[in-house]
Nanobody, 115 residues
Framework: QVYLVESGGGSVQAGESLRLSCRTSGINFKIHRMNWYRQAAGKQRDLVATISSDGSTNYTDSVKGRFTISRDNARNTVYLQMNTLKPEDTAVYYC?????????WGQGTQVTVSS
């Protein structure tokens, strides 16, 4: 069974920080690209950050310089450090990966940023 479970969301004020975690099981974690997406209320789900098996990272323009994706292969966990949060970062954040052409999603964790 494949499981992806996010945690670390919450309600913060603009300018504050959060660190999200996605703990995985049932996969050979170290060989897979891991991704963070977010979906604001009433909007589409968009890619935020990705990290490859070799540690290479990419970010959507709106979070560059503020968010950092990382992975701990010993713990089968991917992280998203979110600094200088803005109200427009408010969304449900999802962990995602693909294995043999199938997409796997976590359940999501809510991030709310107030001004």
């Amino acid at each position: 069974q494949v499981y992806l479970v996010e945690s670390g969301g919450g309600s913060v004020q603009a300018g504050e920080s959060l660190r999200l975690s996605c703990r995985t099981s049932g996969i050979n974690f170290k060989i897979h690209r891991m991704n963070w997406y977010r979906q604001a209320a009433g909007k589409q789900r968009d890619l935020v950050a990705t990290i490859s098996s070799d540690g290479s990272t990419n970010y959507t323009d709106s979070v560059k310089g503020r968010f950092t994706i990382s992975r701990d292969n010993a713990r089968n966990t991917v992280y998203l450090q979110m600094n200088t949060l803005k109200p427009e970062d408010t969304a449900v954040y999802y962990c995602k990966t693909n294995i043999l052409g199938r997409t796997y999603w976590g359940q999501g964790t809510q991030v709310t940023v107030s001004s």
